[in-house]
């Protein structure tokens, strides 16, 4: 079974310039989640999608950050213009149902983000 | 709201010797519990997991954690660490009776194994 995928790896770019992130959860994971992790700290939930609906943006800065998912598979997350405090590492997961009603979180490599 | 407290930022020990790694949580309802662990340049796995059952939970490569719910703690405890195990190990807390199963993370603990 293929891992959540995310690309690029790594992204620099300059204050007030514009980037965006793509990610691929594992097939058939309905239920997809954008996290910021910033150096220190642990990841912070940004948005989660089940299909292609918004669940929870409560901590997305919807002044600069969006993000969709279209087709209820891939997902994008852009920031437009980019400040110095969004450098991190920006985190997709997906999430299986298990026996139970539980779940699991499967994570992608993450992208790096650094804004100078 | 639920919050995840990692005691220590850093934690270095030598090869073979034991390793406890502090979680606390606070939460208003019921919650399950987890530790990922992330190598450098690499994303978030799953290294165990409480969800109901016997509070003790393993892992395949030699973890331990005890869900304590009067201390609210999830420890994270290792008998004998390898050079291998140097990683940020984060606690996680996700509240059990809704349906986003949102993860509420800590800071993190990195744990350096010198030989």
């Known amino acids: 079974e293929a891992g959540v995928a995310q690309s690029p790896r790594y992204k620099i770019i300059e204050k007030r310039q514009s980037v965006a992130f793509w990610c691929n959860p594992i097939?058939?994971?309905?239920?997809l989640y954008w996290y910021q992790q910033i150096l220190g700290q642990g990841p912070k939930l940004l948005i989660q999608?089940?299909?292609?609906?918004?669940?929870?943006d409560s901590q997305l800065p919807k002044d600069r950050f969006s993000a969709e998912r279209l087709k209820g598979v891939d997902s994008t997350l852009k920031i437009q213009p980019a400040k110095l405090e969004d450098s991190a590492v920006y985190l997709c997961?997906?999430?299986?149902?298990?026996?139970?009603?539980?779940?699991?979180?499967?994570f992608g490599p993450g992208t790096r983000l650094t804004v100078t | 709201a639920q919050s995840v407290t990692q005691l220590d930022s850093q934690v270095p020990v030598f090869e073979e010797a034991p390793v406890e790694l502090r979680c606390n949580y606070s939460?208003?309802?019921?919650?399950?519990l987890f530790w990922y662990v992330q190598y450098p340049n690499q994303g978030l796995q799953l290294l165990l997991k409480y969800l109901s059952g016997s509070t003790l939970v393993e892992s395949i490569n030699g973890f331990e954690a005890e869900f304590n719910k009067s201390q609210t703690s999830f420890h994270l405890r290792k008998p004998s660490v390898h050079i291998s195990d140097t990683a940020e190990y984060f606690c996680?807390?996700?509240?059990?009776?809704?349906?986003?199963?949102?993860?509420?993370f800590g800071k993190g603990t990195l744990l350096t194994v010198n030989p």
């Open positions: 939460s208003s309802v019921s919650v399950y």
């Open positions: 996680a807390v996700s509240d059990r009776g809704g349906s986003n199963y949102k993860l509420t």
């Open positions: 997961a997906s999430r299986r149902s298990l026996a139970g009603g539980t779940y699991e979180q499967y």
């Open positions: 097939s058939g994971h309905a239920t």
């Open positions: 999608f089940q299909n292609n609906g918004v669940v929870d």
